[in-house]
């Protein structure tokens, strides 16, 4: 027994040895400066530190930071400080080890990085969404010290998804969410389009195991044609190419699981319509750098001559780099088969910088090897004028967050012609916020391409704007409403909160004067009686009297002279409280009798059983995505031990899943098929003399299906409609779209 120990040790040692060799083998391959003595020291003290610790999968701990710096410095391709932090990056986490002790150790860099990957452990979000945000900011706040906390955690969240398979189901969903919501943006803004596109498979294979696996089998039947179109439409490119003198090489690009379920999803579309599957990618070594911009343009002009391109699909990435750093031109030409096929033009930096990211740009650094952070100043100027707002509310921050740092971008132009970037879908308001916070708060208009527009006016790409200002325009709190950036929210918001404070003072120096002059006693009592008559909170009354739009009369003098005290404005109490919330205590309500009772003993480890039964009883179908048996679920526990359930690609679940992860739970179908579910499904083609009958005729006759609802509209000879109907589960769904789908004229069926 105790030699099968040894050996099994042993055998463990020669592993963990392999895979720190591997590493090595790895970053002596980069350009950066040889310092293997110190990742060696990093490795052997890490591997002390986790001894005897094993994963859920049952494999030594320390594989877990190897394979973690393995991605750091082949996928991400940073250097020394990077690979030894990513090897450190669970140890004051998981042992008693502290970051003083790594700060004696390996110095104050690695420390500083370590701690910060510490501060952002376990997944971004704690139990709460409150935590959640704050555990979000600390995240954002530690990478503005240094980049490559953030890259290292990315670096960990992709080995954790490698490696979900032996998790739960419900912290796979937890993490999965987690993932689509956060990283997977995250390494898309850092440019690392590789990781992003894994990121985002991954959370799909384990979300949508049956779909995903569906994807890929058509993916696998049709590389065949795929390949041949490929070959045919290269062809004469390559001849180009060459007669060119170009040493080049042409991949051919095929979209990503995710991002093909993704396009079917929204555009609800099947996967045969899917036009652009495929797509070329010409990647050129330029003869100089300074004629790597014109190579690109010269590419574009012959493919032009061979093919003709979409007037509307250029896109010049090369002159504009997107914030993230990417660079390329990409053209839609029409191929001889008759399909639009996007060419991306790259050369072999810019390539580079699109696989690998910002990190991309120190390969290209004189000297190689030095881990600047320069080139992401702007990024992360964005951050901290985020963080800048005094207290965003939990989901707001994300939700603000998330539209800043991963939209796409515009270009637009000043008076003068200088070039803005913006966030796409922002409007003048925010442009003027974005040049200095006098111009957006006193900004009346705008003229966009010398004609005039309001503030809330959406800015597109090229447009030149010109803002228009008077020093008696005063902040509307109107505009909270439509600007879309953190930065004109945030500003908006302050100066608001600023006039109040203001008002309020003012109103409570009226509401004194009031009180001495009816000389009534001005009691908390007597307050409250004035705000039951004007239904209002008390920040809002005595703003409210400081500026005027209330003035205090004849009826609150009675309300307040009445001497039973207690009698006219009782009627009005019922306004008080819903404003004195946080004060008053609230019993919580019984759930009505056709809703479930809060569920007791759970055990999260395992799936919930759903069967008909249980409707209404053990479990509430979400209202908003409406489940029914044969989907992908998950079940949510709320506030009131209920457990709700959503299907898993449902917006709402999207956010439980990244704030409340802890409240999620793996929901199983176990239905017998004798409880319908009410389902709709959009019906679009052309119009057709009996078309209707023939549709009703399908459904009630031969699949005898209960319709529920029918809208059908005709318009200039195209018709669209919905049908509600019940079903007993996602199977049936499927039997009758593909049965309307045989019908002559009708182009789509997709269930809403």
């Known amino acids: 027994m105790e030699d099968h ?11 963990i040895n392999a895979a ?7 970053y002596l ?11 060696t020291k990093a490795f052997n003290f890490a591997k002390q530190a986790h001894k005897g610790v094993k994963r859920r999968s049952g494999e030594p701990y320390i594989l877990h930071p190897i394979a973690v710096a393995k991605i750091v410095c082949t996928e991400i391709g940073l250097g020394s400080t990077s690979i030894c932090s990513a090897l450190l990056h669970d140890v004051v986490e998981d042992t008693d080890y502290t970051v003083e002790d790594i700060a004696n150790l390996f110095g104050p860099k690695i420390a500083q990085i370590v701690d910060g990957l510490t501060k952002i452990s376990g997944g971004i979000f704690g139990d709460r969404a409150s935590a959640q945000a704050e555990n979000f900011k600390k995240l954002l706040l530690t990478m503005s010290d240094d980049i490559r906390v953030i890259l290292i955690k990315i670096a960990d969240r992709l080995h954790n998804m490698r490696t979900l398979g032996s998790m739960l189901p419900n912290k796979q969903y937890k993490i999965a969410g987690e993932t689509l919501y956060i990283y997977a943006p995250l390494a898309n803004r850092l440019g690392l389009n590789k990781i992003k596109t894994e990121l985002e498979d991954l959370s799909f294979k384990y979300e949508h195991p049956e779909e995903y696996n569906q994807i890929n089998d058509k993916l696998a039947e049709t590389q065949a044609s795929r390949d041949e179109v490929f070959k045919e439409f290269t062809d004469p490119i390559r001849a180009q190419l060459d007669k060119m003198g170009l040493e080049y090489e042409i991949k051919a690009r095929i979209k990503s699981p995710y991002s ?5 999803q929204t555009k609800h579309i099947t996967f045969e319509e899917i036009y652009d599957i495929l797509a070329v990618r010409i990647i050129f070594k330029p003869k100089s750098m300074a004629e790597e911009l ?10 032009s001559k061979i093919y003709k391109p979409h007037p509307d699909r250029l896109r010049d990435w090369v002159n504009h780099p997107k914030a993230n750093g990417y660079q390329a031109l990409h053209v839609t030409l029409m191929s001889n088969r008759g399909q639009w096929i996007e060419v991306q033009i790259r050369s072999q930096r810019m390539d580079d910088v699109a696989e690998q990211g910002f990190a991309a740009h120190w390969k290209y650094k004189e000297g190689g090897g030095s881990e600047d952070e320069g080139e992401l100043e702007k990024w992360l100027h964005t951050i901290k004028e985020i963080l800048d707002d005094p207290q965003p509310d939990s989901m707001d921050l994300l939700d603000t967050i998330k539209l800043n740092l991963f939209a796409s971008e515009i270009f637009v132009f000043t008076p003068k012609g200088e070039i803005k970037t913006m966030p796409a879908n922002c409007t003048a308001l925010d442009f003027a916020f974005s040049i200095h916070t006098f111009l957006g708060s006193h900004c009346i208009g705008a003229k966009v391409n010398h004609k005039l527009v309001p503030l809330s006016h959406r800015l597109q790409s090229g447009d030149q704007v010109e803002i228009l200002t008077s020093k008696a325009q005063r902040i509307q709190p109107s505009w909270v409403n439509f600007v879309s950036t953190a930065k004109a929210k945030a500003k908006i918001l302050a100066i608001l909160k600023r006039e109040q404070r203001q008002a309020q003072k003012l109103g409570e120096d009226v509401l004194a004067e009031f009180f001495k002059k009816e000389e009534i006693e001005p009691t908390s009592i007597n307050v409250d009686k004035l705000l039951a008559l004007h239904q209002m909170t008390r920040e809002n009354f005595l703003a409210a009297l400081g500026q005027k739009t209330l003035v205090l009369n ?10 039973g005290n207690n009698n006219n404005w009782k009627k009005y109490t019922k306004y008080i409280f819903p404003f004195n919330r946080s004060k008053t205590k609230e019993t919580p309500q019984l759930p009505p009798a056709n809703e479930p009772a809060p569920a007791t003993g759970i055990d999260k480890k395992k799936p919930v059983i759903l069967t008909e039964a249980g409707v209404g009883k053990d479990f509430i179908l979400a209202k908003c995505c409406k489940p029914i048996p044969g989907d992908d679920v998950l079940g949510f526990l709320n506030e009131n031990d209920q457990i709700v359930i959503h299907k898993r690609q449902c917006p709402i679940a999207a956010k439980l899943k990244s704030s409340q992860g802890n409240r999620i739970l793996a929901a199983e179908w176990h239905t017998r098929r004798t409880m319908a579910f009410a389902a709709t499904i959009q019906v679009k083609g052309i119009d057709d003399l009996g078309l209707i009958n023939e549709i009703t005729q399908i459904i009630s006759r031969q699949l005898n299906v209960n ?8 318009n200039e000879g195209i018709f669209e409609g919905q049908i509600e109907l019940y079903v007993f589960d996602v199977e049936d769904v499927k039997t009758l ?4 789908r045989q019908v002559k004229n009708i182009q789509s069926v997709t269930r809403v």
């Open 294 to 303: 014109n190579e690109c343009f010269n590419i574009y002009v012959a493919l």
């Open 29 to 39: 391959a980069t350009k950066h400066r040889k310092k293997v003595e110190i990742i």
């Open 260 to 264: 093909i379920w993704n396009k079917m």
């Open 737 to 740: 779209c593909n049965s309307l």
């Open 554 to 563: 004849e009826e609150d003098r009675n309300i307040l002279k009445d001497k």
């Open 707 to 714: 319709i529920h609802k029918l809208c059908i509209e005709s």
């Open 5 to 15: 120990v040894q050996t099994k040790e042993m055998q463990e040692e020669e592993l």
């Open 20 to 26: 720190f060799q591997d590493l090595l083998n790895c």
